[in-house]
């Protein structure tokens, strides 16, 4: 018994004493629990700054004003409106706006200093009709940060070339054959202009319809459109407004030869050339019976420059029957081709004008003839403007002198009557007869007293025995038609060796 009330006795004072240590414990624990989650009273939270968002909400509030960019450019025109804003982040009534011209004050807040500019409501800059004076670095100063953005004002020059609507001015542009281009200048001035083109420095005339509007229109493009245009706007001024442009064409070649038939002898060697200008480059070669002609003991191919011309030469050696007939120079390049024929004979070659000299109404004529064959007969041909049929005169006889050289001489003498006439010549060696010459035109002026007949005149008898071929037939009436517009006609032809 005594041994059971020991034992209760023990396990109530272990129990007073756990608990007189956990109660202050839960009573310190409670309050705090209860101050910081459970104060619903609401009555200081407006102004409360101890509460956990508020120094969230105070870093929010207290950032400072930024550009998403620091550095504009803005390409103007003069007599443009142009504005440049001051596009400020985090702006606040607190901030102030101010404006620079390089370092020059122009507005603060929405007060501009300058009359040239005006500041609007959200802080952009206007400035209206600007002129190549307003091009500068303007920025936009935001304080107290001293936060900056700068723009770069470019205003362009007071004429403008457009090239199918682009702006080309000083630049270069390149075309190709058959295209279709329109130039357009344009000036940007409070004046009326005038505008003038011009083309590796000569003036250019365009249409009546254009012209007040400085347009140039370049229909089906071809080499000749290439060059440096100018335009010049006239407004009166010492110094007025100008621009070019520079024009390159890119064409398919221009092939050209001066001898289209070429003389030659069996046994000995011919030479076959052609000129052309290409751009871009450009290659060439022979064709003869369809065959592209390879270098060989027989063939070379000479390639040089002749008077600002690309020449290329084809050397035929040890020449045979077999060799004579057409060839084709062929040029070709990125844009097209082009070629020109040539003819192998040994015919001769189609007779040159070469001068004339015209004293009161007898004229005398020279051409050049290239043979290495002897000539047996030449044959001029002659008619007055008006006339459908020719007359000839011929003459069978020839005359050599110099051996060596392959190239001769003709001379032809004669009166007329005043008019336009044209003369040709054809000449025939032991192959046969070349071909005609271009025809060559010249004019006998009319004089006082032409329908008199002069002490020295030849009477119509003597042109027949000149060589006129006055005759019986048909060609006989031609030829007797002009005998009254004849006064003297001789003929002398020298075959010299030059």
């Not at 700054?49 to 003069?78: N, T």
């Not at 045979?320 to 040029?331: F, I, M, R, T």
Request: charged content about 25%; proline content about 4%.
């Amino acid at each position: 018994m005594r041994a059971t009330t020991w034992m209760l006795l023990i396990c109530l004072l272990i129990g007073q004493f756990y608990g007189e240590r956990a109660s202050p414990i839960g009573e310190e624990n409670g309050e705090d629990y209860q101050d910081d989650d459970y104060d619903y009273g609401g009555e200081d939270d407006s102004g409360n700054s101890d509460g956990p968002l508020a120094p969230i909400l105070e870093d929010v509030q207290s950032s400072p004003p930024y550009f998403e960019q620091s550095d504009v450019v803005i390409d103007a025109k003069p007599g443009d409106d142009v504005i440049i804003n001051c596009d400020a982040r985090n702006f606040e009534i607190k901030n102030v706006a101010m404006w620079y011209k390089n370092r020059t004050v122009l507005a603060t807040g929405q007060n501009a200093i300058n009359n040239r500019v005006e500041v609007m409501r959200n802080n952009s800059l206007r400035i209206s009709n600007v002129t190549a004076e307003d091009a500068d670095d303007y920025y936009c100063v935001v304080l107290p940060q001293d936060v900056r953005q700068h723009t770069k004002l470019s205003v362009g020059a007071r004429l403008s070339i457009l090239c199918d609507d682009r702006d080309v001015t000083d630049r270069s542009q390149t075309f190709k054959q058959g295209d279709r281009h329109k130039l357009v200048c344009r000036t940007y001035l409070p004046t009326k202009t005038d505008i003038k083109w011009s083309l590796n420095g000569q003036r250019l005339q365009p249409a009546p319809s254009d012209a007040a509007n400085g347009v140039i229109v370049l229909d089906n493009v071809d080499e000749e459109n290439a060059g440096v245009y100018q335009c010049l706007g006239d407004d009166g001024s010492a110094d007025p407004p100008h621009g070019m442009v520079t024009v390159d064409v890119q064409y398919s070649p221009k092939v050209s030869t001066h001898r289209h038939h070429v003389n030659t002898q069996e046994g000995g060697s011919a030479e076959l050339y052609c000129d052309y200008r290409a751009n871009p480059i450009a290659i060439s070669f022979f064709i003869k019976d369809g065959k592209t002609l390879s270098l060989s003991d027989k063939y070379s191919i000479r390639n040089t420059l002749h008077k600002e011309h690309n020449r290329t030469t084809l050397v035929i050696k040890h020449v045979e029957a077999s060799d004579l007939g057409e060839y084709l120079c062929h040029v070709e390049n990125a844009i097209g081709s082009n070629e020109v024929r040539i003819q192998l004979s040994y015919r001769p070659e189609t007779p040159q004008y070469e001068d004339s000299s015209i004293d009161g109404k007898q004229v005398t004529m020279h051409w050049l003839v290239r043979s290495l064959q002897p000539l047996s007969e030449a044959m001029l041909d002659y008619r007055l403007t008006g006339s459908y049929t020719w007359s000839t005169v011929s003459v069978i006889q020839t005359q050599r002198h110099d051996k060596d050289s392959g190239i001769w001489k003709i001379t032809h003498q004669m009166e007329l009557s005043p008019g336009l006439w044209h003369a040709r010549v054809k000449t025939k060696n032991t192959q046969g007869w070349s071909n005609f010459s271009p025809d060559h035109d010249f004019h006998i002026k009319d004089v006082e007293d032409s329908d008199e007949i002069d002490d020295g005149a030849v009477p119509p008898g003597d042109l027949v025995r000149a060589g006129f071929g006055v005759g019986s037939g048909n060609n006989s009436a031609c030829t007797m038609g002009m005998l009254p517009g004849l006064m003297i006609a001789a003929f002398s032809i020298a075959m010299l060796r030059l």
